[in-house]
């Protein structure tokens, strides 16, 4: 049961049917077991590594939690205490990490390896449980939390169950905190049909920038990925794929935020129109929200953050990166697309006295419209550039994409080149609109103004025609049906 | 409580809207064929009207036309026949339309008997995925026009393994969704009632000529299947059910060029059919078709041999059938307005058709009146489907026996005299609706066709079309007014306009 299946909105209309009828303090049990559910339908075998995760976890935090009240309680048992809480956060830390070593990058390891031995590897084939790198993720945050003791070991076995399993995160996040969840499952609110209509418009918007543009998209980009030739259509298909992948992550990820929200849980924002950035790092406290500051909290902040001097921060901001391109697949490309960010920013800061003279020379305004323009421009384009690595097989392949789409051939803009790769001109059109009208609402949210929010205080026969259009234009022009892969989230396969 | 009621409500309300507009999307995105070829089976057997139903193949659509076998016999039929359709498809066809009408006969067409798997979206263990993606896309053909119900479904479900795919065909709006940027006027017609329709009462006509037949080794006399094939199984299904309801059957194997299995599996028809004591007419053997000329491809018949096979039915149904004449009754007037329409339809098509082997093949029907001319030196004189085509409408062996021209020929159709004329014969008073012609060779590049009433015309000559070395020309079978005027300069059998 996909997220984009016609069985996934009728199981979420179901459990909210349900969820609404429940007295609130049994609603974590409904919660628990369609989560489970979920996921079982998705994975079964998989519901083994996740129960391990679960379980030392879950019992690692409460003896790190019971040591600590120990601890503070008597004072002489407190080296012992430490040793021990250590020895557990350990051996539990190492174990989860492990699991997701071997099952997502034993055969990258060894194939890397065995490549710089000059050896064949040999065929490690296992497939990883769904959703590994961002339970185990949500499951770290938790066990870091509670040796930090910024929050309690939850001793509710189900509610933490459910905080790692949660039905509308284990397949590709949000990777939400415990503090966050778990104490809206203790304290459930009551839901209300604005949350109701606020959650169902959400929902919408994530099915339209998925399935009316990401997927659409999606055709052009395998098509010039498969065959890349020399032009400006090549770089066409590169910006496509930039926007391909905010417009199937953010949809994705409007839709489960969504689905949490009529539920009545309020998950973590995961984007915030990244690409009107004005720099690679403001990208990245807009870009999948919920692994940027997992990264920050949980990596660069114990690696010394900012606090150990100009060189340790680069290098920390290098490490960062690549465990983060490491994160997101297994393979060199990811690691060079992380690693690429890393560098735009450390170039970034050690180019900061050159860019401030020349802004100091020209006299330019900063807060000028055309100077934020430009940078977003910039900005735009260095994302642009790192996604061809993230997209491409190879780094071969990649430098290949690159190289072709400097080639300027702009008259395919006008000789019908652009309709022979999979979209023809009402396709495109629809396409055009639909990026059109993702820029205005993000510039919208950037401003501080949530259309929803505006198209939920208009009049009821209003709501309803706009509600109406989008699920029209959704099942209409969206793509779905024979042929369809539902389970192409680009971000479900990391 | 009040406002959980009315919110509740206000939900229901919602979702019953967003039911109602997808409903309406999905009645315009549908791909119109299916209804389209059944729109006339509903109203009309809701009249009561369909005595026959034509159930088959693609061959049963090309080879028999309900608009002819109407306008020449006065028979009420429908051509069911769907592109693809085996024989477990056509006998959920035929369940289909029972549950609508009550015809006193059934043709079944044995096509694909052969064929011995059960679903069409499995097929064989090496079926290519291509052939089974088609063999889907035609299975929607007959099936979309039917409504949701649990004949449908059980139809699907016996049609269909995966249930994906049954879906597809229970909710249409899953395949054809992504029609929206081909939409036409037509589509959106749909809404307001208007459907376009067969307009050959389910019939299609194809107009190639196929110039070069296959033929393939006859297999030992009454040599059958070697097993009992699904396709066997749902043939015996078809008349079982015909037999239960009082209906007549009768089995057909129509003519193509079959290969040696087909005709293997004619003769396993002719079995099927002796076994339940229903008459079948094995038309692989019976020289109702010249293969040279009647068909539109190896495996389907052109608007010709349609002709021809329809009026062997026609015949055969006049002779067998107890079926009433029903040209010009009150209540059947849609069935006069198909074939008036098809009539008229043949008669303009003869005329505007831009390929010299469909116009003469539509010349044969005889709805106008028609001069074919050949020059001297023209290469159709090397064209053996060409001369029989012509010989067809003569009805002499007089072209066929040629080597070079000129060759005149004049069919009248109103009278229904023919006249030749080849080398230096000429022809004068040759009465016909144009006038009493003339016609003369004088050299190469002239000659003479003139109406003694009007000596100023000659026909048969135009500086602009010098180098052109065939002429056909036709005219109203009736009022002699000239309807087209066709020149063709002959490449090999290649036969071009410009």
């Known amino acids: 049961m996909q997220v984009t299946s016609f069985a996934f909105l009728v199981f979420l209309f179901a459990v909210a049917a349900l969820n609404y009828c429940l007295p609130r303090k049994f609603r974590y049990i409904l919660l628990l077991i369609a989560s489970l559910g979920f996921y079982a339908s998705l994975d079964v075998k998989g519901c083994i590594v996740l129960a391990i995760s679960i379980l030392t976890t879950y019992a690692a935090g409460l003896l790190m939690d019971g040591s600590a009240g120990t601890d503070g309680q008597a004072g002489e048992d407190k080296n012992g205490g430490f040793k021990s809480n250590n020895l557990v956060f350990a051996l539990c830390i190492v174990l989860n990490v492990g699991m997701l070593v071997v099952f997502k990058y034993l055969g990258f390891f060894a194939g890397s ?16 449980p769904i959703g590994i790198s961002f339970y185990t993720l949500k499951a770290l945050s938790y066990l870091i939390d509670v040796k930090r003791g910024t929050i309690k070991a939850e001793r509710n076995l189900a509610k933490y169950v459910l905080y790692v399993s949660f ?12 503090d966050n969840l778990i104490s809206q499952f203790n304290y459930p609110v009551t839901v209300d049909i604005e949350m109701l209509k606020d959650g169902f418009l959400q929902i919408l918007w994530g099915y339209f920038m998925k399935l009316v543009l990401a997927d659409r998209m999606a055709i052009f980009v395998a098509d010039i990925y498969g065959n890349p030739v020399p032009g ?11 926007l391909e992948i905010y417009c199937d992550f953010a949809g994705y990820s409007h839709i489960v935020i969504g689905a949490a929200r009529i539920l009545g849980i309020d998950v973590m924002n995961n984007f915030e129109a990244p690409y009107l950035s004005g720099s690679i790092a403001e990208f990245w406290r807009r870009w999948h929200i919920s692994l940027s500051s997992w990264l920050k909290d949980y990596i660069y902040i114990p690696l010394g953050g900012n606090r150990k001097g100009v060189a340790r921060k680069y290098l920390n901001i290098l490490i960062v990166f690549a465990v983060s391109g490491l994160w997101h697949g297994a393979n060199w490309t990811f690691v060079v697309w992380g690693l690429l960010h890393g560098l735009y920013q450390v170039v970034g800061y050690l180019m900061k006295p050159v860019r401030d003279f020349w802004v100091k020379l020209f006299a330019v305004d900063r807060e000028s419209f055309a100077h ?58 629809l396409l055009l609109i639909g990026v059109v009208i993702v820029f205005i609402v993000d510039l919208m949210n950037v401003r501080g103004i949530i259309l929803r929010e505006k198209i ?39 | 409580m009040k406002k959980r009621i009315i919110n509740l409500i206000k939900i229901a309300l919602f979702a019953a809207v967003v039911l109602a507009c997808i409903v309406v999307a999905a009645t315009v995105v549908r791909r119109k064929e299916s209804n389209d070829k059944y729109a006339d089976f509903f109203t009309q057997a809701e009249k009561g009207n369909i005595d026959v139903l034509f159930m088959g193949s693609s ?37 289909e339309a029972l549950d609508y009408c009550s015809p006193k006969w059934v043709v079944v067409d044995a096509y694909m008997l052969e064929k011995n798997y059960q679903y069409l979206d499995v097929m064989n263990e090496n079926t290519p995925q291509e052939d089974i993606d088609t063999s889907i896309d035609q299975l929607h053909l007959n099936m979309d026009c039917w409504p949701l119900n649990r004949l449908k479904l059980a139809a699907i479900s016996d049609l269909i393994q995966d249930k994906e795919i049954r879906k597809e065909f229970l909710f249409d709006f899953i395949v054809y969704h992504d029609r929206w940027n081909e939409l036409t006027k037509e589509d959106y017609q749909v809404l307001s009632g208007q459907n376009a329709s067969n307009k050959l009462l389910g019939g299609e006509l194809r107009y190639e000529v196929e110039l070069k037949p296959s033929t393939s080794p006859d297999p030992a006399e009454g040599e059958q299947l070697s097993e009992h094939t699904v396709g066997q199984e749902y043939l015996m299904k078809i008349i079982d059910e015909c037999q239960r309801r009082g209906i007549g059957v009768l089995v057909t194997y129509l003519p193509f060029c079959p290969t040696t299995e087909d005709k293997i599996a004619a003769n396993s028809a002719g079995v099927v059919a002796g076994m339940y004591d229903v008459p079948y007419i094995n038309m692989l053997g019976l020289g109702i078709i010249d293969v040279y000329t009647d068909l539109n491809d190896t495996g389907h018949l052109n608007a010709l041999g349609a002709k021809k096979v329809t009026d062997y039915l026609g015949n055969w149904l006049v002779a067998t059938g107890d079926l009433e004449d029903h040209r010009g009754q009150a209540g059947y007037e849609y069935y006069d307005e198909c074939a008036a329409r098809y009539a008229e339809d043949m008669r303009n098509f003869s005329g505007s058709v831009n390929n010299l082997y469909s116009q003469l093949e539509l010349l044969n029907f005889g709805d106008v009146g028609s001069v074919v001319y050949f020059n001297q030196g023209s290469g159709s004189f090397a064209d053996a489907s060409v001369k029989e085509l012509v010989a067809q409408i003569t009805g002499t062996d007089k072209i066929k026996i040629l080597s070079d021209g000129p060759y005149i020929m004049i069919n009248d159709a109103g009278s229904g005299n023919v006249y030749e004329a080849s080398g230096e014969e000429a022809l004068s008073g040759v009465a016909t609706a144009m006038g009493t012609m003339v016609y003369q060779p004088v050299e190469q590049r002239f000659r003479f066709l003139y109406a003694q009433e009007n000596e100023e015309v000659n026909y048969l000559y135009d500086d602009d079309h010098i180098w052109y070395d065939i002429q056909v020309i036709t005219y109203d079978k009736n009022s002699g007014e000239v309807l087209s005027h066709k020149y ?9 306009e410009d």
């Open chain 1, 113 to 128: 390896v065995f490549a710089v031995m000059g050896k064949e590897a040999p065929t490690i084939s296992i497939l990883a």
């Open chain 1, 167 to 178: 039905f509308t995160q284990i397949i590709s996040g949000p990777i939400d905190r415990a």
């Open chain 1, 232 to 242: 400006t259509i090549t770089f066409i298909g590169t910006l496509l794929y930039t």
């Open chain 1, 372 to 429: 934020k323009v430009v940078k977003t421009v910039i900005t735009f384009l260095l994302v642009n550039l790192a996604w061809v690595f993230f997209r491409a097989d190879t780094i071969g392949a990649a430098f290949d994409v690159i190289g072709k789409s400097l080639s300027f051939t702009p008259w395919v803009l006008t000789n019908g080149e652009l309709f022979r790769h999979g979209l023809d001109q009402a396709n495109m059109l």
């Open chain 1, 456 to 494: 939920l205080r208009q009049p009821l026969w209003l709501r309803w025609l706009i509600m109406i259009v989008a699920i029209l234009v959704v099942a209409v022009c969206g793509i779905w049906g024979p042929g369809y892969d539902a389970s192409s989230f680009i971000y479900q396969q990391f």
């Open chain 2, 59 to 95: 061959h049963m659509i090309n080879g028999v036309n309900p608009a002819s076998l109407y306008k020449d016999y006065g028979i009420t039929s429908y051509n069911m026949g769907g592109h693809g359709s085996v024989m477990q498809a056509t006998y959920w066809e035929l369940i």
């Open chain 2, 488 to 496: 063709y300069r002959s490449y090999g059998s290649k036969y071009r």
